[in-house]
């Protein structure tokens, strides 16, 4: 894949983005049908349509790169690139009227190495390199979370700065925890809030204000832009992440994840860097 065909990736995501945000912002105040309700969630139907959407734009583009979505796979998980969708990140959010919930796109590359922090992602010509782990052997080299409802749309490429809405941004500079504001996210299972509680509370102390939003990628999307300082995120998704986790290391920020693979969850600690000890000593018990 070469530099061009990049751009032409990253123009498939906001296409496909855009056209899922649409379908989603007209539908937000509709009443709508749940595939299936469980206590702490909710899928919709409009969920898969969104996927569908989302896929049939990416295949026009790119019809040989799988899609790995939170609504199904289409594909092989193992080729040499692969797609990570989220339709609607913040579905809870969205099924209850409030405007908070994103498209997130991501195209991961297959890493040449796993070993070392600044891994080659290279593929037919294409060299790409990143200052960051690979993510069970694959790292995202183009990321876009779009915001139907504010019409915010975050992009990158791996090697080229974080834009929101064609405007460069970065992290914050803000040095001090108790001038932050710092997001969380967590799930309801029980060894995950005996975790995920202690670090809320004590962060909720130390940091000048701690946010749940329910939407992983709009969190990281508002690391990346400055508008908060860290994201936390236990037990959270592979396709919750993979696009903002690129927006935040393009604008200058770190990331730590574990174990995220499409099959399986983990946690993800983002930060603007500069926090990044502080932050990372209160949640090493996510990790």
């Not at 993979?242 to 200058?252: I, K, M, P, Y």
Request: hydrophobic share 45%.
């Amino acid at each position: 894949m070469t530099q061009k065909e990049i751009a032409a990736a990253l123009e498939a995501a906001v296409k496909s983005a855009r056209a899922a945000g649409s379908r989603m912002r007209n539908n937000l105040n509709r009443a709508k049908q749940a595939n299936k309700i469980s206590h702490h969630d909710v899928k919709l139907a409009l969920d898969v349509e969104c996927q569908d959407i989302i896929t049939r734009q990416l295949r026009r583009a790119f019809p040989s790169i799988p899609v790995v979505g939170e609504e199904g796979i289409s594909g092989r998980l193992d080729a040499e690139f692969r797609w990570i969708i989220d339709p609607i990140d913040g579905t809870v959010n969205f099924f209850h009227g409030i405007p908070h919930a994103a498209v997130s796109i991501a195209l991961q590359a297959r890493c040449v190495s796993n070993k070392r922090n600044k891994a080659d992602h290279v593929a037919d010509g294409m060299s790409v390199a990143a200052e960051r782990s690979c993510e069970g052997d694959y790292a995202t080299v183009v990321g876009a979370v779009y915001d139907p409802f504010l019409d915010e749309l975050w992009t990158a490429a791996a090697g080229q700065p974080t834009r929101l809405n064609g405007k460069q941004v970065c992290v914050s500079a803000q040095n001090r925890l108790a001038n932050a504001m710092v997001s969380m996210g967590f799930g309801k299972q029980p060894s995950l809030l005996e975790a995920a509680l202690p670090v809320f509370g004590e962060l909720s102390f130390k940091a000048r204000k701690v946010r749940v939003t329910g939407s992983a990628a709009l969190a990281l999307a508002y690391v990346a832009c400055g508008r908060f300082e860290a994201h936390i995120g236990a037990g959270i998704r592979l396709w919750d992440v993979a696009a903002g986790s690129l927006l935040v290391e393009c604008a200058g920020g770190k990331v730590r994840m574990n174990c995220l693979t499409p099959g399986r969850g983990g946690t993800i600690i983002a930060v603007n860097g500069r926090l990044e000890a502080p932050v990372l000593r209160l949640a090493a018990g996510l990790m």
